[in-house]
Nanobody, 114 residues
Framework: QVQLVESGGGLVQPGGSLRLSCAPS????????MGWYRQAPGKQRELVAA???????NYADSVKGRFSISRDNAKNTLYLQMNSLKPEDTAVYYC????????WGQGTQVTVSS
């Protein structure tokens, strides 16, 4: 059974930074493209960043130049470095496979004060 566990969220002021981590237990991490998603209350879940099995990355326009997705296959961990945070980045952040998605984990709350 695969379980997605996100961590690293918190409260940060505009312009601040956070680093999120995802440890998808029970899965051969390196075999799957992965992504970070976010969902604000009353809003649709959206893909923020994605990374292929080979390490190529793509970003939503809203976070380009500010966020960086990476993966450490040896540690079976996915990361999202978030810089220059804005209030509109406030959301629950989730990781998942970019394809053949698993049940969503609990996510980690990111709150950027206005």
């Amino acid at each position: 059974q695969v379980q997605l566990v996100e961590s690293g969220g918190g409260l940060v002021q505009p312009g601040g930074s956070l680093r999120l981590s995802c440890a998808p237990s029970g899965s051969i991490f390196r075999l799957y493209p992965m992504g970070w998603y976010r969902q604000a209350p009353g809003k649709q879940r959206e893909l923020v960043a994605a990374i292929t099995t080979g390490g190529s990355t793509n970003y939503a326009d809203s976070v380009k130049g500010r966020f960086s997705i990476s993966r450490d296959n040896a540690k079976n961990t996915l990361y999202l470095q978030m810089n220059s945070l804005k209030p509109e980045d406030t959301a629950v952040y989730y990781c998942n496979r970019d394809r053949n998605q698993l049940p969503w984990g609990q996510g980690t709350q990111v709150t950027v004060s206005s």
